[in-house]
């Protein structure tokens, strides 16, 4: 079957890489930039959004909170990446917020910040894919008919993208995002050239509408709460900004520095990008509300349900550059494709995170190997079957799916960073230096900073989502979080169990005796292979054992046993039932019980074929019985292989595979480096 797949398994992913060419994976800052920042920079596609989206609940009045609000989440933007610098200088490895809130919170807060992280990175992949198909689906009617079928199929192309190695997906993934940003910022800037310079007037699309109040003359705790829920809203800008402390160990050297330049450099971009479109949207008046067809009048009535809202910063871009320009053409085509990208923070932070967890045994170690392209393949290959699962759930629909959002990520940023205010607590009882005691204060008060605010943030999402879906993000974590426990303890019940005593024990003792068993069914080669085999071994008693399903077949077995005089005991079970495997197995359980000091070796002769499909038609008994006697203590089972010439064939069919080169992929050197053909003139 392996040979079935291998072929179009190096076309999808590329040729295997040996495990010395890890470093030349790493990535410089230029790719790590969009490989673990696209999240984060793309949300300002949306989070501006969101913003007036909720505070058009009290009408066009409340937008003069929203440059409040921009500057609320700046503050926390840049206290959150102040803190993440300290964290990959102070936990290099790539743990991130879950080593940080393990090391200092204890093992429950690790595994509570893990849980919300990887809820968290599924619903990036679900989010943006979702987003990002919606707002294909304005230009394509297609795609919107079949969302969620073009939804799986970017899930699958990121995955294969990924699963070739994180420095190609990355070298793919950057043009698109330095396009996105370059755009806004161009967008920003002659925006603001044209406003502030030539004095232009500017004017969204909606900028005539009016927008219908559900709640006026809001005031007191119902303002406040407002605000609090715009600014949970425009946190949005913040998720995957832990992405990148979760990927220390992907950067080229020196990591940590690299790692902490990257993240000031993203939250630089991120910040001036919010508050530039949001600044714009306010200068050109766009206007948006949550339920549009009823809440924007225009000319005095609803503008009905045939309207379709558009995004904020597409509206912006209509207004600074004119709907159709090349640059509004290419900003919205850029802003789309970001989308899609965003993706790929979670396909970069999920199996790093998935690796750690599985090397601290809580998922299976499988999550720690990397694939044939250096990449965590199978955390990729998890985290996309996931995504898939959500995206078909809720239809890939990206306003269900974004009511679970954000729980995940604020849960992880409050518990690290208050396991950061724990971090400077400990070294400041032990450290002496007054410059490095102020350096430890100061951090600890951003850390205490930023866990009271991303606090506050995780209980006004908390209290405004819960019943509209981020249920399922808090219930999808404490599944995550029963799992990993269940699987924690079963790692360390095994290996408490197969822990090698210091003294003497049953396990070191040699059996008494050794009772060798060959299965037979009929007498051909690979029987008389592996009764040669069994003599060959010496033991304390040899037989050989049958099982009566067919008489006739029995009784043609014992002429012939008798007929070539082999000189081993031949012992046949009855079987009223016609089975096989419980008669056997009785048989040996009954040996054990009359010598418990004794081993039993049972010897299976098995055919090797050389086709997939053949093994469909082979052996399918011998594998039911090693099957069952993995069960019995005390047996120990032997294959005694004879391999059928389709499997000779297949052999040499791999062999020639392997040494076949493509043109091109065996470099000869330059044509004056080859030797020159002597060449002989007829004279």
């Not at 490895?93 to 690790?110: F, H, M």
């Not at 990002?132 to 304005?138: A, D, F, H, W, Y």
């Not at 990008?273 to 009535?301: Q, W, Y």
């Not at 044939?372 to 078909?392: C, K, M, P």
């Amino acid at each position: 079957m392996s040979k079935l797949t291998d072929v179009p398994k190096r076309i999808l992913i590329g040729r295997a890489l040996r495990s010395d060419r890890l470093g030349e994976t790493l990535l410089p800052k230029r790719i790590a930039l969009p490989v673990f920042a696209s999240d984060p920079l793309s949300s300002v596609a949306y989070a501006p959004g969101e913003v007036l989206l909720v505070l058009s609940i009290a009408g066009v009045s409340a937008y003069h909170f929203s440059p409040w609000i921009a500057l609320a989440v700046v503050v926390l933007m840049f206290t959150v990446v102040a803190s993440y610098r300290q964290n990959v200088h102070a936990y290099p490895s790539g743990g991130g917020d879950y080593e940080v809130a393990n090391t200092n919170l204890g093992p429950r807060a690790g595994l509570t910040v893990a849980s919300a992280l990887l809820v968290d990175y599924v619903l990036t992949v679900a989010v943006s894919i979702s987003s990002g198909i919606e707002n294909l689906g304005s230009a394509i009617p297609f795609v919107v008919e079949h969302k969620v079928l073009c939804a799986v199929v970017v899930i699958v192309l990121l995955t294969l993208m990924n699963l070739r190695g994180v420095k190609e997906s990355g070298k793919l993934f950057a043009i698109p995002t330095y396009v996105f940003v370059a755009g806004v910022f161009i967008m920003i800037a002659w925006g603001a050239f044209r406003g502030l310079v030539l004095n232009d007037t500017m004017r969204a699309p909606t900028a005539d509408y009016h927008i219908k109040a559900e709640h006026q003359g809001l005031a007191g705790f119902a303002l406040v709460f407002l605000l609090l829920r715009a600014f949970s809203s425009g946190c949005a800008a913040l998720t995957g900004v832990e992405a990148i402390s979760n990927g220390v160990p992907a950067f080229r050297k020196p990591k940590s520095k690299n790692a902490a330049t990257t993240l000031a450099a993203m939250g630089l971009l991120a910040v001036t990008m919010f508050c530039g479109i949001i600044a714009l949207a306010m200068s050109t008046k766009v206007r948006m509300a949550e339920n549009p067809a009823t809440d924007l009048i225009h000319n005095g009535v609803p503008i009905g349900s045939g309207y379709v809202q558009n995004p904020v910063i597409s509206q912006v871009a209509e207004a600074v550059f004119g709907k159709g320009s090349f640059l509004f053409i290419v900003l919205a085509a850029a802003t789309a494709l970001v989308l899609f990208l965003a993706a790929n923070t979670a396909y970069n932070g999920f199996p790093l995170l998935g690796s750690i967890l599985a090397q601290d045994r809580y998922l299976p170690r499988q999550l720690h190997t990397r694939g044939d392209r250096l990449a965590f393949s199978n955390g990729i290959v998890l985290l996309a079957g996931a995504a898939t699962l959500l995206v078909v759930i809720y239809g890939a629909d990206s306003t269900r799916l974004i009511q679970l959002y954000i729980v995940g990520v604020f849960v992880s940023f409050t518990l690290s960073q208050t396991g950061m205010v724990r971090h400077w607590n400990r070294h400041l009882r032990t450290e002496k230096d007054p410059a490095k005691r102020s350096h430890m204060i100061r951090s600890r008060a951003i850390n205490a900073f930023g866990a009271f605010f991303t606090g506050l943030v995780l209980v006004v999402v908390l209290v405004t989502k819960f019943t509209h879906g981020a249920w399922v993000a808090l219930l999808g974590m404490v599944i995550f979080y029963a799992t990993m426990s269940a699987i924690r303890k079963h790692y360390d019940r095994v290996a408490e169990e197969i822990a090698a005593p210091e003294g003497p024990s049953d396990d070191s003792v040699r059996p008494s005796r050794v009772h060798s068993v060959v299965l037979i069914s009929k007498i051909h080669r690979p029987t008389l292979r592996a009764l040669a085999y069994a003599k060959l071994m010496r033991s304390d008693t040899l037989e050989a054992l049958s099982v009566n399903v067919d008489p006739a077949e029995t009784k043609a077995l014992r002429e012939e046993w008798e007929r070539r005089g082999i000189d081993v005991p031949l012992k046949v079970l009855d079987s009223p039932y016609r089975e096989i495997t419980r008669p056997v197995i009785e048989y040996v359980k009954g040996l054990r019980r009359e010598s418990p000091r004794d081993a039993v070796s049972v010897i299976i002769p098995e055919y090797v074929v050389g086709h997939w499909y053949e093994h469909l038609l082979h052996n399918q008994s011998a594998l039911r019985l090693k099957g069952r006697l993995l069960f019995t203590p005390g047996v120990m089972v032997t294959s005694v292989p004879y391999q059928l010439e389709s499997s000779e064939v297949a052999r040499n069919r791999a062999r020639k595979r392997q040494e076949w080169n493509a043109p091109g992929a065996v470099r000869r050197g330059p044509a004056e480096e080859r030797p020159k053909e002597s060449s002989n003139t007829k004279g």
